[in-house]
């Protein structure tokens, strides 16, 4: 097998790119969208008014026809209350509001690329070296390198083997990375995670 078979297209299998966005880290599903004016279903609601002044209970319909007059539209804000809330706005400023600041959360929002390197316990000094000069690389530009070492069948209970590669990978890092996970076993998978220690 040539040098290109081997690790011109290996290598572009076993490199993986991880992207993560900052920005949705714990967020829940985006919220049904909120029923506004004739869309609401309630007989009855509590009304909060343009000043925030609560109105009390009234029948939809009232509330619709206040909302009117005061040239508003009828938000429902709390669907789940018993009974629902909403609150009479300038629904179309409310949005446009809405969508800015998405907006200026989306410019601001942070991600992070991991790029993993695959190997085997039994890699050569040649393969190793090869794959090396990549996990250099990519720190080098700035992202994280997560190095993974695969066993396969019997190969599990020569975990040390693994341990071994790894260990040498972050000796041979340490000046332009930094072990940002300890090495860790998950399954039939060793890896440890990299952070460059310096970014263009």
Avoid: W
Avoid at 7 to 22: D, L, N, W, Y
Avoid at 63 to 89: H, Q, S, W, Y
Avoid at 146 to 164: D, N, P, S
């Amino acid at each position: 097998m040539s040098d290109r078979r081997a690790h011109g297209v290996g290598f572009r299998q076993e490199v993986s790119t991880i992207a993560i966005s900052s920005s949705m880290k714990g967020k829940s599903p985006a919220a049904p969208q909120q029923r506004i004016n004739e869309r609401i279903l309630a007989r009855q609601v509590l009304v909060i008014d343009e000043e925030g002044v609560s109105l009390g209970v009234l029948d939809t319909r009232q509330a619709l026809d206040t909302a009117a007059e005061r040239g508003f539209d009828l938000v429902e804000v709390a669907p789940n209350n018993v009974p629902p809330v909403c609150k009479i706005m300038d629904y179309g400023r409310f949005k446009f509001m809405q969508e800015k600041k998405a907006h200026e959360s989306k410019r601001h929002q942070t991600v992070i690329q991991i790029k993993e390197i695959k190997m085997r316990p039994k890699t050569g000094e040649h393969d190793f070296q090869f794959k090396l000069k990549h996990i250099r690389e990519f720190l080098d530009k700035g992202l994280k390198v997560k190095a993974t070492i695969m066993f396969r069948g019997r190969e599990v209970v020569h975990a040390e083997l693994g341990q071994r590669i790894l260990v040498r990978i972050t000796e041979q890092t340490t000046d332009i990375g930094a072990v940002e996970q300890e090495l860790k076993m998950e399954g039939r998978n060793m890896f440890v995670i990299l952070t460059p220690s310096k970014k263009k």
